[in-house]
């Protein structure tokens, strides 16, 4: 069995899901160490302390996997750019303690560029390999928002210019082994960043199949408080301009004026965000501005026990995103029967399967959006026959499955086989 340094050093896998910086990659980070931990490994996922609550705190996810908290700058919620100059002070933190507790391990697992940086300083010191998984990458997000820089020589090694490209960059060419969720993301480091082909794995995330399944619509609409006769489409996720949410807020408004009977039963949960967010508090001033205050209401982050019943009463999820480099919440929403109409872009044009398991409408169209929101409204049989084939879909997505695919990429990189 294998011992697993996890890094997940700018956000915890125990945080509240739904605030600015936590999702999928929470999500992951968990539930791969739990399903690592109760397959016989050895797990330590190491994050920064955040907060007085978790200074110096262990947290046990299973007998074999737990969560170590250590120092990276104060203790407050901080932004990744933040974070980055204290990242020595988290390295040292996590040296001392394996020097400490006479921890080894036999391979790093490190998750977004922060945490890179940290495998790569303990791979120079450890001698162990280093497998790394990016989540998002800069130079997509880069391009999403018109900031790209040409890739060169210069404004690769200029840190000045971009930093995460700079360190992403680094870790694409020393890590042993690249995991990409999907094989778009494996063409993008291929063509962004140059990296080697061999070293990439593609393997995507994965979904409790126990936890979020289909519940009887009736009894999951009473849950979250609709009435028998209304209907809801859902969005879950993060609130920043990036998922789009404004676009589904558009989309809505074309329907108004163009189908208001459609609308009449109709309610647009979203579900994320906390309270005092900016990009909450600019889609509530468009939907005053749009007419649409009686028909979205904002939830704020819900617990992941909250959510199957949210995604078992919806007719669809929406997402509407710039980019995506998986798109979780659209696995879970599958695996509990649920339609998805999503942005053609990332991991969302991977995993959704157009007219199957929902529809795919190109990137910042609300109109397009606003045809296949009513296409799917208006025909039940359709949505059935889709959640069905939803559900099938995300079937093959165990994390038992993701996790034996993982242990395998680790032991291609160990330098004795294993078992």
């Not at 990036?242 to 807020?249: M, P, Y």
């Not at 599958?334 to 529809?359: H, K, N, R, W």
């Amino acid at each position: 069995m294998l011992r697993i340094a996890m890094l997940s050093v700018h956000t915890s896998p125990l945080a509240q899901l739904g605030g600015k910086k936590t999702g999928g990659m929470n999500v992951y980070v968990r539930e791969v160490a739990r399903t690592l931990g109760e397959a016989g490994h050895h797990v330590d996922v190491f994050t920064r302390e955040d907060s007085p609550a978790t200074q110096g705190c262990i947290v046990s996810i299973n007998s074999n996997a737990r969560v170590i908290h250590l120092p990276a700058g104060p203790l407050q919620t901080l932004d990744p750019a933040a974070i980055y100059r204290h990242l020595p002070q988290f390295r040292d933190a996590l040296l001392a303690f394996a020097d400490e507790h006479k921890q080894h391990y036999d391979v790093i697992y490190s998750h977004y560029w922060l945490s890179g940086w940290v495998a790569l300083a303990l791979k120079e010191t450890w001698k162990i390999p280093v497998v790394q998984m990016f989540h998002t990458l800069g130079r997509m997000k880069d391009r999403i928002a018109g900031t790209e820089t040409p890739l060169t020589p210069s404004t690769i090694m200029l840190h000045e210019r971009n930093i995460r490209v700079t360190v992403e960059t680094e870790i694409m060419n020393l890590s042993d082994c690249l995991i990409a969720a999907t094989p778009a993301e494996q063409m993008q480091m291929l063509w962004l960043y140059r990296a080697t082909r061999r070293q990439i794995a593609v393997i995507p995330p994965g979904v409790d199949l126990e936890h979020f399944h289909p519940i009887d619509h009736n009894l999951a609409r009473s849950r979250i408080g609709l009435a028998p006769h209304q209907r809801t489409l859902l969005f879950v996720g993060r609130i920043e301009p990036l998922k789009g949410v404004d676009i589904l807020c558009n989309a809505l408004a074309t329907l108004k004026d163009s189908q208001p009977d459609l609308l009449s039963d109709l309610m647009i949960h979203i579900v994320g965000g906390e309270p005092d967010n900016a990009e909450v508090g600019r889609l509530r001033a468009l939907c005053n501005t749009l007419g649409l205050n009686d028909l979205v209401c904002f939830f704020g982050a819900k617990s992941q026990d909250e959510l199957p019943y949210y995604y078992s009463a919806a007719e669809a999820l929406i997402m509407p995103s710039d980019y995506e480099s998986f798109g979780m919440v659209a696995l879970e929403a599958m695996a509990c029967g649920t339609p998805v109409i999503a942005s053609q872009v990332g991991g969302l044009a991977f995993l959704i399967q157009d007219d199957e398991t929902g529809y795919h409408v190109p990137v910042r169209e609300p109109k397009a959006l606003a045809q296949r929101i009513a296409t799917l409204l208006a025909d039940k049989e359709k949505r059935r026959t889709m959640g069905i084939n939803a559900r099938r879909v995300a079937e093959t997505y165990s994390w038992e499955t993701i996790a034996q695919q993982l242990t395998e990429a680790f032991c291609s990189v160990l330098p004795t086989a294993c078992h």
